[in-house]
């Protein structure tokens, strides 16, 4: 498998009157089509890694290379530009637009990508939360889904543009275990039936077992 | 329709957010309708002003004097020499336009050009026991009437009666009432030179201008000649342009040319033109002041919306806006603001002025109306809007940079 992603080095220190080291000297990579899971203790840099990893952060030294491209090089709007097309987040909190329905969350990437005519969008959108067992929701907004229903709302949004790597920070966090289950299978379902790539968060132990490769960083080291 | 993606999330902030949205709204849309009726209404008043004295007046009148005094030989010969001149004694000259035909015969061959020529002077009308005096111009009315709307103003009577009436005249409306006098009626006119004849009033005018309705009375210039002891003199010469712009320019290459000094209806109306700028710094002022109330306004909600909505504008940072496309959303949001209020503010400025137009006054003085002067302009119209849309964008441009300034990862950490 090549690789997708490489983190080089990776440090996040936040400058204050007290400088906090968030991750130190962090290196490893990821390869296309790979579930990984990272676990530790609250604090101890998994959150800030994520970040970093999803360009949404920069790191204070060291640098993340996405298909061989050098990151650290590039200006804000290229970043964002990335993240659109290559990258994919789920978040602990859905993060979905309160005024937007189901299916134009799940458009949001597509319309602001716009490539697909509108008719393409909403086809692909409605698909995508099909495959979530969303069909019957998909013109709820937010506050009329349960939290599940909402985080997998959430995922299929990462997928919206066909990224190559979803990054999600404790998306089980605030589900039960019937919900936290169902999305690690959605999860598996990407790395198996979308070729892309998982980078998951969690505590839970028992799901992090579930993916292809676990990774563990304590006080902001790999462990 | 399919709205751009900005477009999208702007309007659905803006729905979600109804009651907000709408005092917005009228904020500004009452910025914009009051502005419509004080422009109206200002710019009413000033170009019905200015419309009466262009037309009542000529748009340039060479009078018979000089506007400085003549250069003495003594300064002519020795320009650079310091010199006192004591004792001088005015010239004694008969009143009036020396060599006006040769000014007339010039003035005639300038394009477009149309002249006439009075004698101005005062006399005494007496009627019963009542006298009152009058500034009367002494015209030839074929000419007259190519040069001011003459007939315009009449409201009894013809100017061509001066030429078939003798010793006919023409007086305004106030100066008949204050004589007690009417058409047909037979005054005794005395001029200052001491001339008495018996005059006939053959016509009656009202131009509005109060001064003008008590104080004027017309006669043929022959007779206003005799009056005044003046005989083939004028005292004016009137000149009335196709574009009365040029008055200005014309005036001063007259009065440089034949020296009498040649007044433009713009000098001679100066002061009233000082008055309509101050009424306009006051007009704008006012607006100004209520459409920076209104631009808070909009300031104000899109604070709000940026306030709550930090977390939503995080994750489209996170999912690939680009900055400008977060400061396109709040920007949108206040030219929606702008736009909606102006539209709304077009139909309260319209109610405005249709009620402005519809009051009725009892105006005495200068002007006499019994109705406010309206200038309906889409002008009015096109530049409150402008002004509107400026104030709300940039009310939204100042939230909006900040908004696409946010850090996501800060806001995601902190909910996190």
């Keep these: 498998m090549s690789t997708l992603l490489e983190a080089r080095g990776l440090t996040r220190i936040i400058e204050g009157e007290v400088s906090t080291t968030l991750i130190e000297d962090i290196s490893f990579s990821i390869a296309s089509g790979e579930f990984v899971s990272v676990t530790g203790p609250s604090g101890g840099g998994k959150s800030s890694l994520l970040y970093l990893l999803g360009l949404i952060d920069r790191p204070t030294r060291g640098t993340v290379l996405i298909e061989g491209l050098d990151t650290g090089t590039l200006e804000s709007d290229a970043l964002a530009h990335l993240r659109l097309t290559t990258l994919g987040f789920v978040f602990q909190f859905h993060f979905l637009l309160e005024e937007f329905t189901a299916l134009d969350n799940v458009m949001l990437p597509m319309r602001k990508l716009g490539v697909l005519s509108n008719q393409a969008m909403i086809e692909r959108a409605s698909e995508l939360l099909a495959q979530f067992d969303l069909a019957p929701h998909i013109h709820k907004r937010p506050g009329q889904l349960s939290g599940g229903q909402r985080q997998r709302v959430a995922i299929a949004r990462a997928l919206a543009n066909q990224p190559k790597l979803i990054l999600a920070d404790e998306p089980t966090g605030n589900l039960d275990t019937r919900n936290a289950d169902s999305v690690f299978a959605a999860f598996r379902d990407i790395v198996n039936n979308f070729n892309a790539s998982v980078m998951v968060v969690t505590h839970d132990p028992d799901l992090a077992a579930r993916a292809d490769r676990h990774l563990k960083i304590i006080d902001g080291h790999l462990a | ?416």
């Design chain 2, 1 to 416: 329709m399919i709205l751009p993606l900005a477009a999208r999330i702007a309007f659905r902030h803006l729905v979600y957010r109804k009651r907000q949205s709408l005092v917005s709204i009228l904020g500004v849309a009452l910025g914009v309708g009051f502005f419509i009726a004080l422009a109206a209404m200002m710019q009413g008043f000033q170009s019905y002003f200015l419309q009466t004295v262009v037309d009542v007046s000529p748009h340039i009148i060479i009078n018979d004097d000089y506007r400085a005094p003549l250069r003495q030989p003594a300064e002519v010969h020795y320009p650079a020499a310091i010199l006192t001149i004591h004792g001088l004694k005015p010239k004694e000259e008969r009143r009036g336009i020396r060599g006006y035909e040769a000014i007339t015969n010039y003035l005639h061959g300038l394009p477009g050009i149309q002249v006439s020529q009075a004698l101005e002077g005062q006399i005494f009308l007496t009627f019963g026991s009542t006298d009152r005096n009058a500034t009367v111009q002494g015209i030839v009315p074929a000419d007259e009437r190519r040069v001011i709307k003459l007939d315009d103003d009449l409201i009894a009577g013809s100017f061509d009666n001066l030429e078939t009436v003798p010793n006919g005249i023409i007086v305004g409306i106030g100066l008949a009432e204050r004589l007690g006098a009417g058409m047909g009626d037979r005054l005794t006119a005395v001029s200052t030179s001491g001339v008495i004849m018996q005059v006939k009033i053959v016509g009656l005018i009202e131009t509005g201008i109060t001064a003008i309705d008590r104080g004027r009375a017309y006669m043929l210039l022959k007779k206003v000649q005799v009056l005044q002891g003046l005989n083939n003199r004028v005292s004016r010469i009137n000149i009335r342009l196709p574009d009365p712009e040029r008055a200005q320019d014309l005036a001063s290459q007259l009065e440089q040319k034949f020296r009498y000094r040649a007044e433009s209806w713009q000098e001679a109306n100066a002061g009233i033109f000082g008055v309509f700028v101050v009424q306009n710094i006051v007009m704008y002022s006012t607006v100004t002041a209520i459409m920076i109330v209104a631009a808070f306004g909009i300031f104000n909600i899109i604070s709000t919306i940026i306030h709550e909505k930090v977390k939503d504008i995080a994750i489209l940072r996170s999912l690939g806006f680009y900055e400008k496309d977060i400061r396109a959303i709040f920007i949108l949001q206040g030219v929606a603001l702008g736009l909606l209020g102006a539209l709304l503010g077009w139909l309260v400025g319209y109610g405005l002025t249709s009620a402005l137009a519809a009051v009725r006054v009892n105006i005495k003085g200068e002007i006499k109306t019994d109705h406010l002067m309206i200038l309906w302009s889409f002008n009015h119209y096109l530049l409150a809007a402008l002004f509107s849309l400026a104030a709300a964008i940039v009310a939204a441009w100042i939230p909006a940079r900040k908004a696409a300034s946010v850090q996501p990862v800060e806001i995601i950490r902190g909910v996190s």
